[in-house]
């Protein structure tokens, strides 16, 4: 059974008190609050030290909090995380087995499995858990796991495209300026480049192209970065000319490079999977906590710093996005950090790591980096990480560089006592020095739940239940962008005569184009949608509807405004319109040009769309099928009345309603133990200045009792050896211990009142611990948003509020690849 002490709201279960004059840990739990891993943590100590073991025991308290984590893992051991068996049958852990080692052990696979249940059964037990606790972890969140780079497992996208980030980044330049300087630098890692933002002309240049690309809110793919790299979409740099500052024979060489990776039969691995959305893969579709492992073993050096170095941008990004917490919302857990924080040189990954050890506890994020080497951490990413968890460590100059930033602890001896201590301390004893802390302790981590298998290979990898495809969201915009890009030209391509059934897409675009766009009445003032290439546009023609609905509610309190944007394409006119047929756009208004680009070729609109009076009678149309169709749906959550934002999905307002949960619960917490504290205090000291009372009042008694029988002695020497029977003196003794055995007696009765007394302040302090320990326990310790059922609020939209922009023949601008089939050129996913 799990004791009921190591599940406290707010408070990782990390192990025991460790007393290094016995031996061994103190039986009582160590309970770490989630809020002090706000100020980061970093975990030190060489091979065999267990600080992997800690790392994991710590995470599982993590998911069992209800906090999401991003987990890199260079070695392999973290997916351990994924091996939870609450039956504890052998059979759960024999695919995990290593024959090797059965073989050495001269027992069979199965065999091992049974003792390996047994010795996991037995050591959560020693640890006052249970089974149950497993079960509770497994419930609590999911673990996935990404191998970006392969795709024979779980790969993650992340060269499909250079998406712009948010408003939120754009808006603000000194993150904007981060995560443009990040993308290049981890792009050009990529390349084996090691270049400097404000020297490096491969920097400058990538730098300006995705600048100038972003601000027009246009991605770009690799192999339109490569062509902007030959063509940029500008002729200065600063102040010099373009040719001057980076002449086209060398850019054709950056170009070349570029194209060496994208041509690369392993470029493939670089852009399947889900993308790289923070979100995503922190939380799965339904809101639910994740431990998102991104494992980078099998990968080189130069494609690890590529990886983290992304990812680290995107993390930051998705930050500096989130609002203010004084709660713990997510950790950021890097099993191994040499060479990414490096006290020497400028690596990709470094900047965003110390923006983020500077910045991320405002966010409620915090960092947790482990490494064998202290020297291996910059010591300005050390002064900026609150808790130090300390393993064995065998070299001098390891241990000077953490001497200096420990604090005194008389109980374990001067600073040279210290180093000593550090070089000898058993695997998985560490000390823990925190700011959160008066002084520096021992501790011994606990049992895992997870069973750790240590580094599992690709085979167990793809046995491992949560591999990350199945488990992660792709994001709503890739999604629509990805269905818009069918659905239109699937449209183009069937609308085609019925003798030309047989022709392929690329047909359907190529036929009967011309180099200008044919003449329209004076009455339709076409549209050309933004291309984000110039290299062999092809415009087909589809009519597109422009329009807005403002939503207005007073209960609930809305006033939002909703850009409907479609594009509907028939060779015939429809005899009823459908504008369920249409395919929405995510596209701006900036994204809306009145001219093609040069050099393009247009094919011909259908008759039916040419006709100004039609198009004017369809404005009616697609205003009443806004009205019937598109009313604004919200969820609210019927705990605690909480309506979502407009544009939130129901995975974002459930993270929302979690954390907003979890800050209300530590808001409380933090009140109750206000309550109590200064009750309990005084309590205590009234405790202890009774004991000290009992305690002299107990010597007291003993002297007086020591007296008493001296006196009583002395009298009886007197009187029957003294060759008197009643002398004075016998008699003066005699009263002396008289008076001796009344005191004793007295003396004795005030031990009993102390003892009493110590007695009673001892119930008053038990009574009120167990009322403030109920307290907590009837708390609400989370608004439960992974299994709430949420309701739906529908608003729908009022006829005046609707306003149709726009209804014309808009032109899609199609480039023709290499391959012959067309690939959409505008904007997409914006």
């Known amino acids: 059974m799990t ?12 192990g025991r008190p460790y007393d290094p004059a016995q031996g061994t840990h103190i039986p009582e739990p160590l309970m770490v609050d989630s809020r002090h891993f706000l100020t980061h943590a970093v975990c030190l100590g060489m091979t065999g030290s267990g600080k992997t073991g800690l790392g994991i025991a710590l995470l599982e308290e993590a998911a069992i909090d209800g906090i999401p984590a991003i987990i890199i893992d260079p070695k392999g051991d973290m997916a351990n995380l994924a091996l939870r068996f609450p039956q504890l049958r052998p059979d759960d852990f024999a695919p995990w087995m290593d024959p090797e080692a059965a073989r050495r052990q001269g027992i069979s696979v199965d065999d091992l499995a049974k003792r390996t249940a047994a010795l996991w059964q037995e050591g959560i037990a020693k640890w006052d858990q249970s089974p149950a606790r497993i079960s509770l972890y497994q419930e609590s969140a999911d673990v996935v796991v990404y191998t970006p780079g392969n795709t024979a497992l779980a ?8 998406a712009p980030p948010p408003p939120q980044v754009m808006n603000e330049s000194d993150l904007y300026g981060d995560n443009l300087s990040s993308t290049v630098s981890a792009l050009l890692a990529l390349l084996d480049i090691s270049a400097d933002p404000l020297k490096s002309r491969e920097h400058i240049l990538l730098s300006t192209i995705l600048d100038t690309l972003w601000r027009q809110g246009q991605g770009a793919d690799l192999a339109e970065l490569i062509r902007q790299v030959q063509k940029p979409p500008f002729t200065e740099v600063g102040v010099f000319d373009l040719e001057l500052f980076y002449p086209a024979a060398d850019r ?9 990776l994208l041509a690369s039969p392993d470029f493939a691995a670089w852009t399947q999977g889900p993308p790289m959305q923070i979100e995503s893969m922190l939380y799965g579709p339904s809101g639910r906590p994740q431990l998102c492992i991104v494992s980078i073993a099998h990968l080189d050096d130069r494609q690890r710093m590529f ?6 941008g995107r993390l930051l990004t998705w930050m500096r996005g989130q609002s203010g917490t004084s709660s713990l919302r997510a950790l950021l857990y890097m099993d191994e950090i040499f060479g990414y924080l490096p006290p020497v040189g400028q690596p990709p990954s470094k900047k965003p790591l110390m923006t983020l ?34 393993g064995r460590l065998q070299t001098e100059q390891d241990q000077a560089r953490l001497r200096d930033g420990l604090k005194e602890n008389p109980a374990l001896g001067n600073r040279q006592a210290l180093g000593a201590m550090l070089s000898s301390l058993q695997q998985r004893v560490f000390l823990m020095n925190s700011v959160h802390e008066e002084a520096p302790y021992l501790f011994e981590s606990r049992f895992c739940l997870s069973y750790l298998a240590g580094p599992l290979t690709r085979a167990q990898l793809r046995m491992l239940p949560g591999l990350g495809p199945v488990a992660t969201e792709v994001p709503a915009t890739a999604t629509a962008a990805t269905t818009t890009t069918a659905a239109t030209t699937t449209a183009l391509a069937t609308t085609t005569d019925a003798g030309d059934a047989e022709d392929n897409t690329a047909a359907a675009f190529t036929r009967g184009l011309a180099a200008q766009p044919p003449l329209l009445p004076a009455g339709i003032q076409p549209v050309y949608v933004h291309a984000t290439s110039h290299q062999a546009i092809c415009y087909q023609p589809m009519l597109l509807a422009y329009g807005t609905v403002f939503y207005t509610e007073t209960r609930p309190r809305i006033a939002h405004e909703v850009r409907y944007l479609l594009a509907y394409h028939s060779a015939e006119k429809p005899l009823l319109f459908n504008w369920d047929e249409a395919t929405e756009l995510s596209l701006r208004d900036e994204h809306l040009k009145p001219f093609p680009i040069d050099d393009a070729q247009f094919a011909a609109p259908p008759a039916w769309m040419t006709r100004d009076k039609e198009l004017a009678a369809l404005q009616k149309n697609f205003q009443e099928w806004l009205l019937r169709n598109k009313t604004l749906s919200l969820f609210k959550s019927p705990t605690s009345g909480i309506l979502s934002s407009p544009e939130e999905s129901e995975a974002a307002f459930r993270m929302r309603l979690r954390q907003e949960g979890r800050e209300a619960r530590d808001a409380a917490l933090d009140k109750l133990r206000t309550k109590y504290q200064g009750q309990i205090e005084r309590l205590q000291k009234q405790r202890d200045s009774a004991l000290d009372k009992l305690h002299r009042d107990q010597a007291q008694a003993s002297a007086a009792k020591l007296s008493t029988t001296t006196a009583f002695a002395s009298t009886i020497a007197s009187t029957f050896l003294g060759g008197k029977k009643f002398s004075p003196t016998a008699i003066g003794r005699a009263g002396t211990a008289a008076r001796s055995a009344q005191k004793t007696t007295q003396k004795g009765q005030s031990v009993a009142m102390s003892q009493n007394k110590l007695a009673e302040l001892e119930a008053k302090l038990a009574q009120l611990q167990q009322e403030a320990a109920r307290e907590i326990e009837n708390m609400q310790t989370d608004r439960d948003a992974s299994n709430e059922a949420l309701e739906t609020v529908e608003i729908p939209p009022k006829k005046t509020n609707i306003t149709v922009r726009l209804l014309t023949v808009g032109w899609l601008p199609f480039s023709m690849v290499a391959d012959g089939q067309p690939r959409p050129a505008w904007p997409q996913g914006v």
Do not use: C, H
């Not at 004791?3 to 990390?14: D, M, S, V």
């Not at 790969?155 to 250079?162: A, G, Q, Y």
């Not at 990886?307 to 680290?312: A, F, H, K």
């Open 3 to 14: 004791n009921p002490n190591i599940e406290k709201l707010g408070a990782f279960y990390l």
């Open 155 to 162: 790969p993650l996208s992340i060269l499909s495209t250079f």
């Open 252 to 260: 054709l060489k950056l170009a070349m490079s570029l194209n060496g």
């Open 307 to 312: 990886v983290v170095s992304l990812l680290l």
């Open 357 to 390: 050890l500077k910045q991320a506890r405002a966010f409620g994020l915090g960092l947790i980096l482990a490494t064998q080497n202290p020297v291996d951490i910059d010591y300005k990413a050390l002064s900026n990480i609150g808790t130090w968890f300390i």
